[in-house]
């Protein structure tokens, strides 16, 4: 930055912070403001719609800027972030009365998109995750770092493909990588952050103890590379962290950013709600930490059997032990975040009522051990729940700590006193004491000098520019005796002192302003005491956030009927009346069909699911890849009962992700994802394909429908759900053995049809197309023409689909617009090739 020629003593403070932190926006506080100045102030006055001014106005090389006051600056702050924007908080680190020249100012703590302490910028039930990442070749080094909570994590990936697909389900909001990386990393809502990766040795020396010696070159640098980043945003405190915690992607269902989506896992498509999402179901939760945990394991379902067995029995424990259960939730209802109000007491951003809060929520957590305990006492308390030691003599200990040192209901604010608990200190006591004694003393003044005066209205008064002062009424100015002073002149009265209040008041507010530091001094102390215990909080609150994951899949199994899924190493996946974990839970009871499915890589491999328009066939697959996901999390299933051989992959390639917006074809899509899944599945992957090929002509698309199923079944052997309107592709089942049909029935009533939402064997021998059109009010003349040329078609030697390059109807005969418009298909067109159509239509008129 240009330093500006004409600078003054604040003007250098200024510029020597800004060069510390020159791709920030340092909000520099001046008295009740933050102001901004240069190009800082310009591009903060763009993006939050502020006034831009100038300091020095009138001055030709006079200094752009602008501000925000303080009490509102968190709204800015956040709208800042929300934009990619890194915000230096710069503030006066010393009393500006008590200061000699320019006062001190110090950057506290610096937020960016991924460093964010501030409550009202974050969502309890969602980590908040700050990424790095370092390239080896084709491999990735990944990191992810929630600062509040001080969950830390780090892999390695096979791939850029692999690096999107787990980006997907961490959601960073900020990414630290290379320059040259940040093309493939560009993602909705993740900020990027250009760092050049420290070296291993470099790595190894800023992860100190966090990281075990053993681990790799690669996620180390990127974990070194997130802590480094993340420190430097918070010069005045400690990260909460732990324990660096290594992992394979392997070790998990890999769930890539389409089946997330498609599978509305987290949100929905449209409108991008929790409600209505699988997710939206499963959070019966009652905590914050309980909630992202849920939604890790949601996010990262388990492929160890052994390990998704023992959630299971936690889970089942207390399916099964319905007062244990509300016992717990009832519990943990009480318990605020422990796990971000410990992070903030490491990081020194805790104020008192902080403080308040995680004493009462470490108090509760006896009670809750001692729920399960009972469960213990009688054999019943499920090992996953007391594998873990929730260490609660240490938590117990710092509850007793902050509960001796801080009044009940402590305030937000730790410098204006009124904190500490009666007793605690006999210096506080002291010298509160000394405050109150001497006002009472100040008051007795009011009622003697009345007296001696005879002025009834007189009234000793206090403010910050005089102190204590006596008030008189001009009318009575002439009964004012001559020792008192005179210091103010008003328009009806005049203000005195006397040497007796000045003496008193100067004992007041020595006594007052001890107080006050000594109550801030005591805070620090407790603060930084709590601070030391804080991994003993965190693994506390890691036990009650596992335990109330568990009573919420619980409660959901209760609620909603659902049952204990056998989950097995052997590759089959069975389910008998299975339903569909939101759209049953939504429709009115007893209206759901459930459905059966067996999909088996050595029988039942690919199962190309037949039927009409609306009939049921997305509803259908989705469910057993949500039942698949749920028993791999560990929780119960909507099925009467099911078994479930664990899976390495979801995939899917629904119609519904259909990206008119995203400006590339519906086609290309398609057909990218399809081939991101021929490329990545596996024999033990679980495929669902809804109506491939439909973004093309119905040759073409029926065509690659079809080879990509044979592909599917000689080169890959995943068990896949084919849905496709195309009954054609039912005649591959007898030409691959390990192809199935079945279709949604569905049942016809006077040339009405009915849908019966039941999976039956056997495809579709129709697709109903007409009638599902009419269903959607079609000109009643439409529907009955529409008929009229099936019949004429289907009377034909054979189906127009396999008549091969007949000559088009002349143009010459007819203006080609009957012809043209027959030709369509209104059910297998998108709104644009539609609108398309139509356009050409009019062309030929
Ligand atoms: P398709 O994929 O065949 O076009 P969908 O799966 O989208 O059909 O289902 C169409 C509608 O039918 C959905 O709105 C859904 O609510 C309802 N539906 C689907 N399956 C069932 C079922 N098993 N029981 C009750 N209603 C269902």
Request: proline fraction near 6%; aromatic fraction near 6%; glycine fraction near 8%.
């Amino acid at each position: 930055m240009r330093r500006p020629p004409a600078e003054t003593p604040l003007m250098r403070q200024y510029l020597d912070v800004k060069e510390r932190y020159p791709d920030g926006i340092v909000f520099f506080r001046l008295g009740d403001f933050y102001e901004m100045f240069f190009e800082d102030a310009h591009a903060a006055a763009q993006a939050l719609d502020l006034t831009l001014t100038t300091r020095d106005k009138g001055k030709e090389d006079a200094i752009p800027m602008c501000g925000v006051p303080h009490h509102s600056a968190r709204t800015y702050i956040q709208k800042l972030c929300e934009r990619g924007f890194k915000v230096v908080i710069c503030e006066q680190v010393e009393d500006p009365r008590l200061a000699k020249g320019i006062v001190r100012r110090e950057v506290v703590r610096v937020v960016t998109p991924g460093v964010v302490l501030d409550e009202d910028m974050l969502d309890a039930k969602t980590a908040r995750y700050l990424a790095a990442v370092v390239p080896e070749g084709a491999r990735r080094g990944l990191a992810y770092l929630d600062v509040t909570t001080g969950d830390f994590r780090a892999t390695t990936l096979e791939s850029a493909a692999a690096l999107a697909d787990e980006l997907a389900r961490v959601e960073p909001r900020e990414i630290l990588a290379p320059p040259a990386l940040h093309g493939e990393l560009r993602r909705d809502g993740a900020a990027l952050t250009a760092i050049e990766p420290p070296e291993l040795d470099e790595a190894r020396a800023i992860l100190g103890d966090l990281a075990a010696p053993s681990a790799e070159g690669l996620p180390v640098r990127a974990a070194a590379q997130a802590v480094a980043y993340a420190r430097a945003t918070q010069p005045a405190g400690v990260l909460p962290l732990v324990r660096l915690v290594l992992y394979r992607q392997g070790e998990t269902l890999v769930l890539d950013d389409t089946s997330k989506t498609n599978l509305e896992l987290t949100e929905t498509i449209a409108g991008r709600q929790k409600r209505g999402s699988l997710f939206g179901v499963l959070d019966r939760t009652e905590t914050g930490p309980g909630a992202r945990l849920l939604r890790q394991w949601l996010l990262f379902p388990a492929t160890d059997v052994a390990r998704i067995r023992r959630r299971q029995d936690a889970v089942e424990r207390l399916v099964e032990e319905s007062r244990l259960r509300a016992d717990l939730r009832a519990a943990l209802a009480g318990l605020y975040d422990l796990e971000r109000l410990a992070g903030r007491v490491t990081l020194g951003a805790a104020n008192p009522r902080d403080l308040g809060y995680l004493r009462r929520s470490l108090e509760a957590l006896p009670g809750l051990a001692a729920l399960l305990g009972d469960g213990l006492g009688r054999g019943l308390a499920p090992p996953e729940l007391l594998a873990r030691d929730p260490g609660l003599d240490e938590t117990s200990a710092a509850a007793a700590d902050i509960a001796a040192a801080l009044v009940d209901e402590p305030p937000l604010s730790s410098r204006e006193g009124g904190l500490v608990r009666k007793g605690y200190s006999a210096e506080v006591d002291e010298l509160r004491r000394l405050a109150d004694g001497g006002k009472d003393e100040i008051l007795a003044i009011e009622a003697r000098e009345r007296e001696r005066t005879g002025i009834a209205s007189l009234k000793v008064r206090f403010n910050r520019v005089f102190g204590y002062y006596l008030e008189i009424t001009r009318a009575n100015l002439r009964a004012v005796p001559a020792d008192y002073i005179r210091k103010q002149t008003l328009a009806n009265a005049e203000r005195f002192i006397t040497p007796e209040l000045a003496d008193l008041e100067a004992k007041v507010l020595h006594a007052e302003d001890r107080l006050l530091a000594l109550e801030a001094d005591i805070f620090e102390a407790l603060r930084r005491r709590t601070a030391e215990r804080a991994p003993a909080i965190l693994r506390a609150a890691a036990w009650a956030a596992l335990l109330d994951a568990c009573a919420a899949l619980a409660e959901t199994a209760h609620r909603s009927s659902w049952v204990r899924p056998l989950v097995t190493d052997n590759d089959v996946i069975e389910i008998e009346d299975g339903r569909h974990p939101v759209v049953a839970e939504l429709s009115p009871a007893g209206t759901f069909v459930p459905n059966d499915c067996r999909l088996d890589p050595r029988g039942d491999q690919i199962v190309v699911v037949t039927g009409p328009n609306m009939a049921g066939k997305s509803t259908y697959m989705r469910q057993v890849a949500h039942i698949t996901i749920l028993a791999q999390m560990g929780s119960f299933v909507p099925a009467r009962r099911a078994s479930i051989g664990v899976v390495d992959r979801v995939f899917t390639r629904v119609g519904a992700a259909d990206n008119l917006a995203g400006g590339e074809s519906t086609f290309m899509v398609e057909m990218r994802e399809t081939a991101h899944i021929l490329q990545h599945a596996t024999r033990r992957s679980l495929i669902l394909l809804d109506e491939i090929g439909r973004g093309t002509s119905t040759y073409d698309g029926l065509s690659i429908a079809w080879a990509v199923a044979e592909y599917l079944h000689d080169a890959v052997g995943a068990k896949t759900l084919f849905a496709t309107h195309y009954h054609e592709l039912c005649a591959l089942a007898a030409k691959r053995p390990r192809v199935k049909n079945v279709s949604v029935a569905v049942s016809e009533r006077r040339g009405e049809i009915v849908f019966l939402r039941k999976i039956v064997p056997g495809g579709a021998s129709r697709s109903y197309g007409i009638e599902v059109a009419r269903l959607a009010g079609l000109p009643r003349s439409v529907v009955a023409r529409s008929r009229q040329m099936l019949a004429e078609l289907e009377s034909g030697d054979d189906l127009p689909l396999f008549r091969r390059a007949e000559p088009p109807p002349s143009p010459q005969a007819t203006t080609g617009v009957e012809e043209k418009l027959l030709a369509l298909d209104p059910d297998r067109m998108t709104p644009m090739e539609a609108l398309g159509a139509l356009a050409q239509l009019r062309r030929l008129i």
